[in-house]
């Protein structure tokens, strides 16, 4: 059975940091994109990061561009996101995704979390 398992969330106040991770299982994800989407409340899904494979490769909403870091250690099969100068908007349930490729795209993504909260006050 895949399963992505996301950590890390939790409460944090403006400004301050958190790191998620998401570590895979069943299968080995070493090869695929990886990305990372949260949703707030009444909100659509929507993009924050992405990377390749080889890690040769990141992109970033422009809304967390210079704040979160997208990074991956294909021995562990885990994808991070680092998340630096959190704001009151970055409150959301993180998922991190695999796929083929790493866009922006829900769409291209196969596999799904379950999502961590992160909740910033303020």
């Known amino acids: 059975q895949v399963q992505l398992v996301e950590s890390g969330g939790g409460l944090v106040q403006v400004g301050g940091s958190l790191r998620l991770a998401c570590t895979a299982s069943?299968?080995?994800?070493?090869?695929?994109?990886m990305g990372w989407f949260r949703q707030a409340p009444g909100k659509e899904r929507e993009f924050v990061a992405g990377i390749n494979w080889r890690s040769t490769m990141t992109h970033y909403a422009d809304s967390v561009k210079g704040r979160f870091t997208i990074s991956r250690d294909n021995a562990k099969n885990t994808v991070y996101l680092q998340m630096n100068s959190l704001k009151p908007e970055d409150t959301a349930v993180y998922y991190c995704?695999?796929?083929?490729?790493?866009?922006?795209?829900?769409?291209?993504?196969?596999?799904w979390g379950q999502g961590t909260q992160v909740t910033v006050s303020s």
């Open positions: 995704a695999a796929g083929d490729t790493s866009t922006s795209s829900p769409r291209d993504y196969a596999y």
């Open positions: 069943g299968r080995n994800f070493s090869n695929n994109g």
